[in-house]
């Protein structure tokens, strides 16, 4: 089941490598029915799941592969090196709370990105087989529970990446693209040394062997005393965590390792920014509870406070910045910084609200981004500007555009009755019950009003009022004594077609529904959860 | 005065050797073999594709069933000490024949031999010597082997080098790879000297346990060492004995600039692995280092010499094959690190990264001659656009390229992998060498990456049609490396085992 889901893009990938690249319909269709036969897949593993289980790790006396769901487990690679040592690699995946929601996501926002795709024109061949891979990669990660394999996945993200946004994307891209892969690069090179310090720290309990597996690293009795990350070296272990935590931060992306995503966001084509927004930055936040804090907990519970800084940082750095710009992608770009701290704050608080709240706000901010720059690229493709000054007034003219820009603007800046306010309110829940971050989370309650400030405001000079005199569209007077709206030279719909529709409208009705009901989503979440934030808590304080 | 040995004596003597001869079958086939290709040239005299390149590639394969049949002979001395039979040394007789292969199969891949000269002559002969001298650096047991096995390498790569007469690029390269190489030579020779002077020995074994048995002075040991490690500096391309490198392999004909960069390497290290594994004495008295300096730091010194220069230097360069030069330095640092652990495990990752470095190298100077062959330029610039008119050939490129960074899931990754396992895998002791390590191959990201950038995020200036197709067998070929690339580094474990079959030194006290 994980294989399939892992794989289906891989395959439409090499189906698409056959095609004639003349065939762009075929290579269309191709790559859309992978990512729905993915849907397909993530549906059934949300249906099929058990949300009794917690997985995160086997625990004492636990079974070997803990209580992770769907597991396929196969020895991938069993290596006899020199001297006594040994190396040995599993193909293991496996879902459990942390990841099934994400699964869930990912396979969304790849579908919502091949839609999205749609319009590309140059190159179309290529570009898909690149995607697919992209898809593949991201989805891999989730569901690896084995360290060597989630770096593979994880490093095989950057290529693909790299080159999607460095050929199908805007004027500035080679830079984009280079810095995007540098600094990414920069943070899991590091990740591989701890990668190996570890395999040689932990020893699985049941064949005796170093291992990779997550399960078996994220249970302290497993480590050998001694090793190099073993628990009498805890310079060591500090050192290895911030590493981890860079690499993974890098992606989040957390201050002052942000810098490369206001340029990607602003050169990549509006798919890869969706899926950029929509996924790729939870990687981080997942790889800091997947591996970073359950592997280190106790590194962990010492700089709750520090994470926690960065946090708050990020939320109201990010929404200062969003306040500044000019250009609506790069402020949708600075406002995804500013809603990953609230992720970051909500770890920080390392108590069961506060990582609920993290986790369900990874999934909102993927979903409700999404939709942001799915409405952004809307804008862009018509007016080939993203200038905030150079609308005003499209309320009248696009109506269901508008609507749904609100619904998508007011769920990021967390409204009551939409997504984006429970998670924000239980990551505040959190924030304030955990003394340490509690004089964190007062300060960062102001990022809720810049935020709300950026958002109103953005809204109000491009929909509201009348055309600015410089827009980029003309009004005609219709033959019905209307107004109509006129973009220079676009053919198609002006309110959106229906693609845009099949895109945007499943990505507001979940945004509602979950603003509403979110028990499907914290039902599936919540004991695994439980079982991690009872891993990081040290036997002291438990 | 010596006296004449006793007719038993020379009984002894020769029965010894043709005793010998038996496990010598590999190198003697390869020498008929180079004989035959000089007479096949006096015959047919003719142009590259010919009954010459085609006696080569078969003549080399067909070394392939000596080599195989020596694994089930015992590990030993040959010929009084001068040589060895071991697995060390047969992994290594695979890697030659394999190259050798391979610069056949690139050479006759390459157009600008049709228009530089007119007959392949001794071309072939030479790589074939070229594969007989490597082959014996890698089992030769005695200084003296050492030394005439590696003149035999330097000499064929002198002339393989200048082998573009008329280009005066061409000519400078050898001439500078030859005054390099005799400079280079001439200290080897010296620290040789001043072994046998410490010592009375030639046999490396012999040395190794002298050297324990009796102490040494270390400021004379450490002299010797650092003369010695010019040597073998200079044929591993390691910095500072580099200077050669760029100029030579800009300038030599593309097919041998990949065959000196991987085999001739590969031939370096060979020696150099079984020299400081067997003549130095490990464990032994208390004279091993004077001031803290031993040859495993000057090792240490020339490793991260070699990753920051190559590295930084390289993100400088125009010129692919001069980037790929630099690019090279920067690898024989990385495969020092794997040297440098000293162990068994060490050892493995060596081997292995070695035989990642075979197949991406290769593979990535082979597109390199593919897009001359269609350009005509190695220039960066020239590669603007060019992914849209060869995507093979691209895609193939950008496999390499990231192999050649160690990204997965490619064969380069698990080479880095496993030398920085190796390293980890002694604690903390060798963490900093591998933070060089890790910090140089994100430097290296950035200059690799521009040939990726000018291919495919890069428009071409011209935008005249051009047929483009590098051809059926030339695709073929560049398909199945790219896919070994990626399949090896998905599934490495039998080249793992490979390398962990050869790991096995004759004499090795060390592991």
């Not at chain 1, 990779?212 to 005393?225: C, D, E, T």
């Not at chain 2, 199969?105 to 007959?119: L, Y």
């Not at chain 2, 790929?324 to 060490?346: E, N, P, Q, R, T």
């Not at chain 2, 191959?441 to 040939?451: F, N, P, R, T």
């Amino acid at each position: 089941m994980l294989s399939l889901i892992v794989f289906l893009p891989i395959i439409a990938g090499l189906i698409i490598l056959a095609v004639p690249s003349s065939q762009k319909q075929i290579i269309r269709i191709v790559s859309l029915l992978a990512a729905l036969a993915q849907g397909v897949v993530a549906i059934l593993i949300w249906r099929a799941y058990d949300p009794s289980l917690p997985g995160i790790t086997a625990g004492p006396g636990g079974s070997p592969l803990g209580s992770f769901q769907f597991v396929e487990k196969l020895p991938w690679i069993g290596l006899k090196l020199g001297g006594m040592a040994s190396l040995n690699i599993e193909y293991f995946l496996g879902v459990d709370g942390i990841s099934v929601t994400m699964i869930i996501l990912t396979a969304l926002v790849s579908a919502i990105g091949v839609l999205s795709s749609w319009t590309i024109q140059k190159q179309v061949k290529g570009y898909f087989i690149l995607y697919n891979l992209l898809a593949s990669a991201m989805m891999g990660c989730f569901v690896a529970l084995d360290f060597f394999l989630f770096y593979v996945f994880w490093e095989l993200m950057l290529l693909p990446m790299y080159f999607l946004i460095g050929i199908w994307g805007g004027p500035n891209r080679e830079y984009a693209a280079i810095k995007f892969f540098l600094y990414t690069l920069f943070g899991s090179v590091f990740m591989l040394l701890v990668m190996i310090g570890l395999y040689f720290s932990v020893l699985d309990p049941v064949t005796g062997n170093h291992t990779f597996s997550l399960v078996a690293m994220a249970n302290q009795a497993n480590y050998i005393q001694d090793a190099i990350l073993g628990p009498h070296n805890v310079m060591w272990r500090y050192i290895a965590f911030a590493v981890l935590f860079i690499g993974f931060a890098i992606k989040v992306p957390m201050f002052p390792f942000h810098t490369w995503l206001p340029d990607a966001h602003v050169e990549a084509p509006t798919p890869i920014s969706v899926i950029l927004a929509g996924v790729l930055l939870k990687l981080g936040t997942y790889g800091m509870m997947r591996i970073n804090f359950p592997l280190f907990p106790e590194v962990f519970h010492a700089s709750m406070y520090i994470i926690g800084i960065f946090g708050a940082i990020n939320i109201i750095y990010g929404a200062f910045c969003a306040l500044a710009q000019q250009d609506l992608k790069k402020m949708v770009a600075y406002s995804s910084i500013s809603h990953m701290g609230y992720v970051l704050l909500g770890l920080a608080a390392g108590n069961s609200e506060g990582m609920v709240g993290a986790l369900y706000q990874m999934f909102n901010h993927g979903t409700i981004t999404a939709m942001l720059f799915l409405l952004v690229g809307v804008i862009y493709d018509r007016a080939h500007t993203r200038q905030i000054d150079k609308f005003g007034g499209l309320a009248s003219y696009m109506p269901v555009y508008a609507a749904i820009v609100t619904v998508a603007w007011f769920a990021s800046l967390g409204l009551p009755g939409l997504s984006g306010f429970i998670s924000e309110a239980l990551v505040f829940v959190g924030a304030f019950s955990s003394i340490t971050t509690r004089p964190i989370a007062m300060v960062s309650v102001l990022g809720i009003l810049f935020g709300a400030a950026y958002l109103l405001w953005s809204l109000q000079r491009v929909f509201l009022g009348k055309r600015k005199p410089d827009a980029a569209y003309d009004l005609e007077v219709g033959a019905d004594g209307h107004e109509h709206i006129h973009f220079h030279d676009w053919k198609g719909k002006i309110d959106l077609d229906a693609r845009e529709l099949t895109m945007l409208v499943p990505l507001v009705v979940i945004t509602i529904f979950l603003g509403i009901y979110p028990m499907p989503v914290l039902g599936m979440i919540t004991s695994s959860v439980n079982k991690l934030v009872e891993v990081l808590t040290p036997l002291a304080i438990r | 005065m010596f006296e004449l040995p006793s007719g038993a004596e020379i009984q002894s003597i020769i029965a010894s050797l043709t005793l010998s001869v038996e496990f010598f079958k590999p190198e003697i086939y390869l020498s008929v073999l180079f004989m035959l290709l000089i007479v096949i040239d006096l015959v047919a005299k003719g142009k590259k594709n010919n009954l010459l390149s085609i006696t080569t590639l078969l003549g080399l394969a067909g070394s392939i069933y000596f080599i195989f049949k020596q694994q089930f002979m015992p590990a030993g001395e040959l010929f009084f000490g001068m040589y060895v039979l071991d697995e060390f040394a047969i992994f290594f007789k695979y890697f030659f024949v394999l190259s050798g292969i391979l610069a056949v199969i690139i050479t006759m891949a390459d157009d600008q031999f049709e228009s530089e000269v007119k007959s392949m002559g001794e071309y072939y002969a030479l790589i074939v010597a070229m594969v007989i001298g490597m082959i014996m650096m890698a089992s030769s047991a005695d200084m003296m082997m050492i030394f005439l096995s590696m003149e035999l390498v330097s000499f064929s790569a002198f002339i393989l080098t200048g082998y573009f007469k008329r280009n005066p690029r061409s000519s400078e390269a050898a001439l500078k790879y030859l005054v390099y190489g005799a400079v280079s030579s001439g200290l080897m020779v010296y620290g040789f000297s001043l072994i046998y002077g410490l010592t009375g020995q030639t046999n490396l074994i012999n040395i190794s346990s002298e050297l324990s048995l009796h102490g040494y002075d270390p400021l004379l040991m450490i002299l010797a060492t650092l003369l010695v490690l010019a040597g073998f500096g200079y044929k591993i391309g390691a910095v500072p004995f580099h200077f050669w490198a760029p100029d030579v392999y800009e300038g030599a004909p593309t097919p041998i600039t990949a065959y000196l960069s991987v085999a001739s390497k590969a031939a370096g290290f060979a020696l150099l692995m079984r020299f400081f594994y067997i003549a130095v004495p490990h464990g032994g008295p208390v004279y091993e280092d004077i001031l803290g300096i031993n040859w495993v730091s000057l090792l240490i010194l020339i490793s991260v010499a070699s990753m920051i220069y190559g590295n930084v230097v390289a993100l400088w360069q125009k010129n692919v094959k001069r980037l790929l030069a630099y690019s090279s330095i920067a690898h024989a640092g990385y495969l020092l690190l794997g040297v440098i652990v000293m162990d068994a495990f060490g050892t493995q990752a060596t081997l292995l990264y070695l035989l990642s470095y075979f197949l991406m190298n290769f593979g990535a100077f082979y597109v390199v001659i593919l897009i001359a062959n269609k350009t005509g330029s190695e220039n960066l610039e020239d590669y603007r656009g060019l992914g849209k008119k060869m995507p093979l050939a691209g895609a193939a490129l950008t496999v390499f390229l990231i192999s050649l960074v160690g990204l997965p899931p490619t064969f380069g990754f698990i080479g880095k992998l496993m030398i920085f396992s190796a390293l980890l895998s002694k604690g903390s002791l060798y963490l900093w060498l591998a933070l060089i390590g890790i910090m140089t191959s994100v430097i290296s990201l950035y200059y690799y990456m521009l040939i990726p950038l000018n291919m495919y995020l890069r428009e071409s200036p011209s935008s005249e049609e051009k047929n483009m197709n590098p051809g059926l067998i030339p695709n073929i070929i560049m398909a199945v490396l790219m896919f070994f690339t990626i399949y090896f580094g998905l599934f490495f474990q039998p080249l793992a085992d490979f390398a962990k079959y050869g790991s096995a030194l004759f004499g090795l006290k060390l592991h």
